[in-house]
């Protein structure tokens, strides 16, 4: 914001935010604190601090939960004596056996026959030529290991009522596993916080398909609320 608004091309008065995935959570998040930002709208929005510190739909157990910090903290003193850093999943998967199961790889290499829709549905975009990339953490690796660290101290978007007088819009696939994200937020400021949710759409299918998002619903947003 800093940056933008030293820019002569910039109206200070008319800056908005738009993001993606988890991304979005932190867009809503910097906006609540920074009123420079005047409107922020989101697609398909992922809050990383609860996916990484309470899994999907909140699954984690209070005891996964210890497990987990557990798990990390004794991470981080393996990768300052090596000098080097683990990968792991961002939301941490358990085995069997309830045990933290390591892995260096978000998606498999190549899709099981009994993937689950979610799965799958990333599958479909991160290891295909939809949105495949060789140094695409998603594509070809995992996350550093102790990156759910942080997002365990604080929770993204605490301060959302500090939008008042601003506006958020929200875009969320009906099919999508992360819609209830977008939900809960709405529910938290239902007087600034609007919800599109687009049928047909599962998450990943906000990231590029056209026939899908929304444009002419975001461009109103944004030529009312940044006018």
Wanted: aromatic letters at 10%; one cysteine or more; proline letters at 5%.
């Amino acid at each position: 914001m800093d940056f933008l608004g030293l820019q002569r091309i910039v109206d200070r008065e008319r800056i908005g935010a738009q993001a993606v995935c988890g991304l979005s959570g932190m867009a809503l998040t910097a906006a609540a604190a920074d009123s420079r930002i005047k409107a922020v709208a989101t697609a398909s929005m992922y809050d990383m601090s609860r996916s990484m510190s309470r899994g999907h739909e909140d699954f984690y157990t209070r005891e996964q939960r210890q497990k987990v910090v557990d798990h990390l903290s004794r991470q981080r003193w393996i990768d300052a004596e090596k000098g080097t850093y683990a990968r792991l999943s961002h939301e941490v998967p358990f085995d069997a056996d309830g045990n933290v199961a390591p892995s260096n790889r978000v998606l498999p290499k190549t899709l099981p026959a009994n993937a689950d829709p979610v799965l799958a549905s990333f599958f479909d975009y991160y290891r295909t030529e939809r949105g495949y990339h060789p140094r695409s953490i998603n594509s070809n690796t995992a996350w550093t290991a102790t990156t759910p660290m942080s997002f365990f101290a604080f929770p993204l978007m605490s301060n959302i009522d500090l939008l008042a007088t601003r506006k958020a819009l929200l875009v969320a696939g009906a099919d999508a596993h992360s819609r209830y994200y977008s939900e809960d937020v709405q529910a938290m400021a239902p007087g600034t916080v609007d919800l599109v949710i687009v049928p047909g759409a599962d998450h990943v299918d906000l990231y590029d398909r056209k026939d899908l998002i929304p444009f002419d619903r975001l461009d109103e947003f944004f030529t009312k609320n940044l006018a």
